[in-house]
């Protein structure tokens, strides 16, 4: 009974968790994809199930994404197959026509990653003789329906029941990186006057390895966030400047400037207070910028714009090496600011 008790505990936070919704989603969109194609009395419909199971993501903007790559794939492997059923009506071998056909299309689905499912399609069309009654552009249509409605099933579900929508996810993902770094320059503003606390390589590695990271999977939302409104604007597209692409990159800029001034901090000299001045105010402006992309008021970067100019002025203190990465940082957090004023007047005026 002991050993069972670690399998009980995982199986219970998979139920209280709520990580059960988006296998429950799959699965009724599967049993709808299954429904709709049968009730259009399309043959094969286990089809339309496949493109689902292809498709389907947590999150309605990706499952768009993902879905018109499987349509596009589809549609040219579709073309390229009947390109070769027409070569074999002329007389060209079978065998090294289907051949010939799928490789090249291999080689072009794993230079345009966009058409990974065109050797697929086309492989499917190529061998239609497994469809009796049925010509090859019969079952190339026949395939580009199933398709067409597994990826409508599988949009109209993410859209009304999606386990999380990419645009929220992405805020809390700049808003946590963003504490991330706020958190490692007030740890360096908390120094005593004898220096700032040193750091070991492997260790930074380590956390700057763990913010890439995390800057990648804010460009994947990022896109699937930028889908998502763009489908609510019935197709009209983002403004560059409100595009969650645009905001990713800006994220990855302050991470730049962060790591710059942490470096620069962590030289600092002995008994010298203005260095973990500035610590703490690049600290303050970032957790300050979190909070503000959580919806939580506007930022305050007074005091770190205060200290960039103090540090600009010759001669002020040892400080001045300072003012670069300050400055820099400065200017991508105000950026920063108008793109969250920018998006609050947008949903205040929706």
């Known amino acids: 009974m002991m050993r069972m008790a670690p399998a009980l505990r995982r199986i219970g936070g998979f139920w209280q968790q709520g990580r059960w919704r988006a296998g429950a989603q799959l699965a009724a969109t599967v049993a709808l994809a299954w429904l709709v194609a049968v009730a259009m009395r399309l043959p094969e419909s286990f089809w339309a199930v496949m493109s689902v199971l292809i498709v389907m993501r947590p999150s309605a903007g990706a499952t768009l994404d993902a879905g018109w790559e499987r349509v596009r794939g589809t549609a040219a492997g579709a073309l390229c197959g009947l390109a070769g059923v027409y070569l074999q009506h002329l007389g060209a071998p079978v065998l090294a026509t289907t ?39 019969q079952v190339a249509l026949l395939r580009m329906v199933q398709i067409g409605v597994g990826v409508g099933v599988a949009l109209a579900v993410s859209v009304v029941a999606s386990e999380y929508r990419a645009g929220p996810r992405f805020d809390a993902g700049r808003a946590a990186l963003l504490r991330g770094m706020a958190k490692r320059l007030a740890a360096l503003g908390s120094g005593s006057a004898a220096g700032l606390p040193a ?32 489908w609510r604007r019935r197709g009209a597209a ?28 962590r030289r600092a000299p002995a008994a010298d207070p203005a260095w973990h001045e500035t610590a703490r105010a690049a600290a303050a402006a ?57 998006a609050a007047s947008v949903a205040s005026a929706a």
Do not use: W, Y
């Not at 291999?106 to 239609?128: C, H, K, N």
């Not at 956390?207 to 699937?224: D, H, I, K, M």
């Open 286 to 342: 970032l957790a300050a910028m979190a909070d503000a992309l959580d919806g939580k008021g506007a930022p305050d970067l007074a005091k770190l714009a205060q200290i960039a100019r103090r540090h600009e002025e010759p001669g002020a203190s040892s400080a001045f090496l300072l003012a670069a990465p300050v400055c820099l940082l400065l200017e991508d957090l105000q950026r920063m600011q108008r793109c969250v004023a920018a």
């Open 99 to 137: 051949l010939a056909t799928v490789m090249l299309l291999a080689f072009t689905g794993a230079a345009l990653p966009g058409l990974r499912s065109a050797p697929v399609a086309a492989l499917i069309i190529l061998s239609a003789s497994a469809i009796p009654g049925h010509s090859p552009l």
């Open 238 to 265: 983002v403004p560059a400047a409100q595009s969650c692409r645009s905001k990713a990159r800006l994220a990855a800029r302050v991470f730049q400037d962060a790591t710059m001034l942490e470096r620069m901090l």
């Open 199 to 230: 750091e070991s390589e492997s260790e930074a590695e380590r956390v700057n390895a763990a913010t890439r990271a995390a800057l990648a999977r804010l460009a994947v939302l990022a896109g699937s966030a930028d889908l998502e409104a763009r």
